[in-house]
């Protein structure tokens, strides 16, 4: 079976028709319209803009542990989110409803919210031509026509494959999700959008004489989602993958534990897409950077004036955000704001190059027309999110990485991820690490772990991989906003090697 | 219609079907600042039904937010579908019988009438009282609960929950307060925000710290997180059957420093008490810790049937079922400190932590935990509170740091534990301020402030 992963790739047009047809028994609903009606009534109610997001989703999980079915869950959601500007403040309510009834009540809730918001409020939003067109995830295998006894046989037979006489948990995971979202505004934007989701991952966790460890594949945290059919759940050939899992969790129960000190580190992929999440995706989310994500999330170590000329990183570091990476799961044609997705850079040869906007954070600074508008569900507001956000890849292979090393670590998948507020100091753990000597790989190492201020860090990026060590993987827990949402993002990274790194946290 | 009208119209549709039906009804209203104005205002409804049906042992579980008719007969052919797919599992403990479930408070009429207009108008009595720009939220909502099942089930609650979360904050000076409760009587927006504002003005000139191991005061809300993600793991039953977690093989063992006990306990009127959990089964106060000795865990009715006990009411929602039984309400017993103060008296120098942010557990066995201090970190001089401190990267063994506990104070506050994802569920701890005679901390992070 061919290994199935987006490799490094540019934008290509995948603009298609929707094929949304009304469930079997229920009435035909017309989304567009209730969109307008709600945007109207919005407007009649004395707001001077409003935006109306109607979305049908579907979600499927299959888990399996200890080859038992731990879930076996199939969840529909739908509802109408109205959002309006009155005197400059914002208001924001749902409804569950798609009707006539619901899209009205969410309208006047929302101005009667805004109406009441106190605060000074003057809001500006980023001139934009108003969006129309259609978008629709391009799939090879529905995944929703496969049948569920064959997702828990896959499970199953994953897990089977992951046991091993030291491994106490073994667990195996698939999902999948399709959603219909359909967006008008007030200056006339109107789209329709249709995304499908698939995604799986192993776990196996082994515990002996008081020590616990875990393997997964192909990611931590649940495993690997994309924006694609059920082709790319086949392509991860979990059970092909499992053996390895299984014996890499029971090895690591006899590794010596990682050194601690300053030392040259070589990441792999996987954990090098967290780490560009967390210490540039995040810190170069506007809305943090203006701290309206302050009490929760934090805010970020960057200020509007640093764009174009802060140093974030070193000359090899390059980070870009592309709404339109093919399977990516922040991929679209229009965001939540009917904002058209476009590919702009965020670093560029290690300087501070863009920032992910929102149409009003975007006319704050003058800059940009927003873009990365997201929200979770109907029922919440759309905040800036990364879309996908990738390290662009160098040259060279990851054996070439290794080569370069006299002595340091390998690190590969996460295991424990922190960073404070603004984004500066972090500490990741990872599951597994290996000694390199001499340019060449040694021992196996468990409970690794690697801390460090985020442009120190990035100063210190002295190589990565080039495109074929590419890879691009996708995550469904990214939180943010309160009321909290979920955000589905990828992140596509080539291993990279890093001087003078802190390993450990013990002295 | 009520939550557990809904939930007996869900299990009619499942005509034929051993099934249980759960509906989680939400009317709730955030209103969130930033700056001192109001940026985020959400106001949600939404009732969601779950039907889970079982068909010769196999469930399958499937849900939706469409009430009329065709969207309920639409769910229970998703939910057996889902049965079908399901393998025969001999340890499927079944769905719980009925029994009669504890009265408990909650609700409150003043917080379940709350509108609009009433979140913005006590967001901004917490904006007007604060000298510095506010951050934070007042929220409240309405959570509807019921529970129907075709083996006799018949449930229902109604929730209230309030909340004021107040960062107060310029550039190089922040500082926190929050207060929760289930009735609109439990929380001062302004007497939080005015709180938080006095922290902050205490943090300008923050100053760093060498990384090392340091006697420290943690304040409720430093405390109450640590200890929530601690235990997730350390407390639920499915760490312990599968021999995994912490609390494996320390049960009945002293581990903790004696001034520490420990229980879950959803019956609490001073927490946000509940009546029953997400499988039906009456909620039950759980002793964890009793004077440092770890007496038990909870269970659900899976881990029960598997280690040969009873489930304690703890079953999670179903989309947080890979955790296993997970104790929602913990509280933590009181000491005999009057304040916070005191106990950096008690201890005499080390640090005085506010409030936590973005924890990670490094090693669940262990109960490792690392994050962030923030919003109010300073040292402690000749059992003073002194000079403001940057944030702190801390990487600590929680059983370490609850293994000398050299003070606690008297009455434990309610911190409010939920972030308002997916549906609204209220769920807060219980917690002191606590001094302890070890917080290692692993590094420097950024100043204090916006």
Same mark, same amino acid.
């Given at each position: ?6 490799? &490094? ?31 109207? +009534? ?34 529909? +959601? ?198 560009? &999440? ?209 955000? &589905? ?19 | 219609?009520? %939550? ?332 005999? %400190? ?94 002191? %301020? ?17």
């Amino acid at each position: 079976m061919r290994v199935y992963q987006f490799r &490094h790739q540019r934008a290509r047009a995948i603009v298609a028709t929707p094929s949304i047809e009304p469930r079997a028994g229920s009435k035909v609903r017309a989304v567009r319209e209730l969109c307008e009606h709600a945007v109207a +009534t919005a407007l009649g109610a004395g707001a001077s803009y409003a935006d109306a997001r109607a979305v049908v989703r579907r979600s499927q999980v299959v888990g399996t542990r200890n080859r038992r079915v731990e879930r076996l869950d199939d969840a529909e +959601t739908e509802g109408i989110g109205v959002r309006v500007l009155v005197g400059g403040a914002w208001g924001f309510a749902c409804d569950r409803r798609l009707e006539q009834e619901g899209a009205a009540a969410a309208a006047r809730k929302a101005v009667a919210f805004a109406q009441a918001a106190p605060g000074g409020h003057s809001r500006g939003l980023a001139a934009v031509e108003p969006a129309h067109g259609e978008f629709r995830t391009v799939v090879e295998r529905d995944p929703f026509s496969v049948p569920l006894a064959d997702k828990v046989d896959l499970c199953l037979r994953a897990e089977e494959a992951l046991l091993h006489e030291d491994v106490q948990v073994t667990s195996a995971s698939v999902r999948a999700q399709h959603e219909h979202k359909v967006f008008v505004s007030s200056e006339g934007a109107a789209t329709d959008q249709e995304f499908v989701e698939c995604g799986g991952g192993i776990d196996a966790l082994a515990s002996s004489d008081g020590i616990t460890q875990i393997r997964s594949y192909p990611s931590a945290h649940g495993g690997s989602s994309a924006q694609a059919g059920w082709e790319f759940v086949e392509s991860l050939a979990l059970e092909r993958e499992a053996p390895r899992i299984g014996e890499e969790a029971a090895a690591l129960l006899r590794a010596d534990p990682c050194p601690s000190g300053p030392m040259t580190v070589v990441i792999d992929a996987e954990q090098m897409e967290l780490q560009v &999440h967390e210490s540039v995706g995040h810190p170069t989310e506007l809305d943090r950077v203006f701290g309206t994500e302050a009490a929760y999330a934090g805010t970020s170590f960057l200020r509007p004036e640093d764009l174009g000329s802060l140093r974030y990183g070193s000359e090899h570091m390059n980070i870009t955000a592309d709404p339109t990476t093919p399977g990516g799961l922040g991929t679209f044609a229009f965001d939540d704001e009917g904002v058209p997705a476009a590919r702009e850079p965020v670093v560029r040869e290690g300087i501070l190059s863009g920032f992910l906007t929102s149409r009003e954070t975007a006319a704050r600074i003058g800059s940009g027309a927003g873009g990365s508008m997201r929200a979770d569900s109907w029922s919440r507001m759309p905040l800036v999110r990364m879309t996908n956000l990738h390290l662009e890849p160098g040259e060279g292979s990851l054996d070439d990485l290794i080569a370069g090393v006299d002595e340091g670590v390998f690190l590969q998948t996460n295991k424990s991820w922190s960073i404070d507020d603004k984004r500066l100091n972090f500490q990741f753990g990872t599951q597994i690490a290996w000694e390199i000597k001499g340019g060449r790989l040694g021992r196996m190492l468990r409970d690794a772990t690697y801390t460090g201020q985020t442009p120190v860090f990035w100063g210190s990026l002295d190589a990565v991989a080039g495109p074929e060590e590419w890879k691009l993987a996708g995550l469904t827990n990214c939180g943010k906003g309160q009321p909290g949402q979920h955000a &589905h993002v990828s992140h596509g990274a080539s291993p990279a090697r890093f001087r003078n790194v802190q390993v450990g946290f013990r002295a | 219609m009520n %939550a557990l009208e809904l939930a007996e119209r869900a299990l009619r549709a499942a005509e034929g079907d051993e099934a249980l039906a759960l509906v989680q009804s939400e009317r709730s209203g955030m209103a969130r600042f930033a700056a001192s104005e109001v940026h985020q205002p959400t106001l949600i409804e939404n009732d969601v039904v779950e039907l889970q049906i079982v068909r010769d042992g196999r469930l399958g579980i499937a849900s939706a937010n469409r009430t009329d008719a065709d969207g309920l007969k639409a769910l229970a052919i998703r939910a057996g579908e889902a049965a079908d797919s399901a393998p025969a599992d001999p340890d499927f403990p079944g769905l719980a019988a009925p029994a009669e479930a504890p009265s408990v408070d909650g609700f409150d009429e003043e917080a379940a009438a709350l509108g609009a207009e009433d979140q913005a108008r006590l967001a901004a009595a917490a904006i007007s009282a604060s000298e510095l720009d506010l951050y934070g939220f007042f929220t409240s909502g309405l959570t509807g609960l019921g529970i129907a099942s075709t083996t006799g089930l018949a449930l229902s609650q109604e929730l209230t929950d309030v909340a004021v979360l107040a960062l107060a904050a310029v550039d190089g000076a922040s500082g926190y307060a929050e207060q929760t409760g289930w009735r609109l009587g439990d929380v001062d927006p302004a007497g939080a925000a005015a709180a938080a504002a006095e922290k902050a003005k205490l943090t300008r000139g923050a100053v760093e710290l060498e990384p090392g191991s340091y006697p420290a005061v943690l304040e409720p809300p430093a405390f109450a997180e640590l200890l929530a993600y601690f235990g997730f793991d350390a407390f639920g039953a499915l760490g312990l059957v599968e021999e995994r977690s912490y609390a494996f093989g320390k049960v009945g063992r002293q581990v903790f420093d004696e001034r520490f006990s420990l229980a879950d306990d959803a019956l609490d009127s001073r927490g946000l008490p509940k009546a029953f959990d997400f499988e039906g089964t009456a909620k039950q106060r759980v002793e964890l810790v009793r004077d440092g000795v770890l007496t038990d865990v909870v269970w659900d009715r899976g881990t029960a049937r598997r280690a040969g006990r009873e489930s304690t009411g703890h079953a999670p929602p179903s989309s947080l079922r890979s955790w296993g039984p997970l104790a929602f309400a913990l509280s933590v017993g009181g000491g005999e %400190a009057d304040s916070a103060e005191h106990l950096a008296e008690t201890i005499g120098d080390g640090i005085y932590v506010t409030r936590l942010h973005y924890l990670s557990v490094v090693d669940p066995r262990e109960g490792i935990v690392t994050g962030m201090t923030r919003d109010g970190t300073f040292r402690i001089r000749g059992g003073r509170i002194a000079d403001p401190l940057v944030n702190l990267r801390f990487t600590v063994s929680v059983p370490q740091l609850l293994a000398e506990l050299p003070g606690l104070t008297r009455e434990p506050v309610l911190l409010n534990h939920n972030a308002y994802y997916d549906e609204r569920y209220p769920t807060g701890l219980l917690s002191p %301020a606590v001094a302890t005679a070890r917080f290692d901390v692993t590094g420097v992070g950024s100043g204090p402030g916006v």
